[in-house]
């Protein structure tokens, strides 16, 4: 068990609508970082909030949006959905949020079905 | 553009036979370069962190090497347990994000 937990473990849902899903980070990682796996495009990074603030931005979606609470949980909207956003949604913790990068903690993962 | 491959994409190995598994990458700068272990339905879990070429990491039956170019995973009398999906990524010089590779699925069979 890596410590974060992410809700729900499988959503399935219609294109057009819209659904959050959620990321605790392990007790004290100010770091949490979201990516897409998918069959044909691996895991790619979404994007990287530390402490409230946003950090990187890697290949997200105009469609998507993310924040960080006060209470350091996270959540991923992913709205107008498409067939194509079907995928394996992980969240990932780490303690800092400089570079060099140490190690993340993966959650289990959302896997969404848009149909 | 940025790129990570690893090779072969399967392998399938019967138990004890030792094997490698590749990373190859192109890049305008390496940072660092990790490996990572993903087990069916689950999130990928660390194995090691490599920043220097000729720099070696080891782990039970693991060992993680670096060159300039790539990176190799030995893995040595594999068991049954070390079937899993293997992952490197890269961090990159100036970027704030990993690039992940495609993977190699690792099958061992007892």
């Known amino acids: 068990d890596s410590g974060v937990t992410q809700t729900p473990k499988h959503l399935i849902t219609a294109t057009g609508q819209r659904v959050t899903l959620r990321c605790s980070p392990r007790s004290g990682d100010l770091s949490v970082y979201w990516y897409q796996q998918s069959l044909d495009q691996g895991l790619q990074f979404l994007i990287q909030y530390y402490n409230g603030e946003e950090r990187a931005k890697g290949n997200i979606l105009e469609r998507f949006s993310a924040q960080q609470f006060p209470d350091l949980h996270s959540e991923l909207n992913l709205s107008s959905l498409e067939l194509g956003d079907s995928a394996l949604y992980f969240c990932?913790?780490?303690?800092?949020?400089?570079?060099?990068?140490?190690?993340?903690?993966f959650g289990s993962g959302t896997q969404l079905s848009v149909l | 553009e940025d790129q990570v491959t690893q090779s072969p994409e399967a392998l399938r190995l019967q138990e004890g036979e030792s094997s490698s598994l590749n990373c190859s990458y192109t890049v305008s700068g390496l940072r660092g370069l990790f490996w990572y272990r993903q087990d069916p339905g689950k999130g990928p879990e660390f194995l090691f962190t490599l920043y220097s070429a000729g720099e070696e990491k080891e782990k039970e039956r693991l060992k993680a090497t670096l060159t300039k170019k790539e990176s190799f995973l030995h893995i040595t009398a594999p068991k049954p347990e070390d079937s899993a999906t293997y992952l490197c990524a890269v961090l990159i010089q100036g970027a704030q994000k990993l690039v992940f590779g495609q993977g190699t699925r690792l099958t061992i069979n007892p």
């Open positions: 990932a913790s780490s303690v800092g949020g400089g570079t060099p990068w140490e190690k993340l903690f």
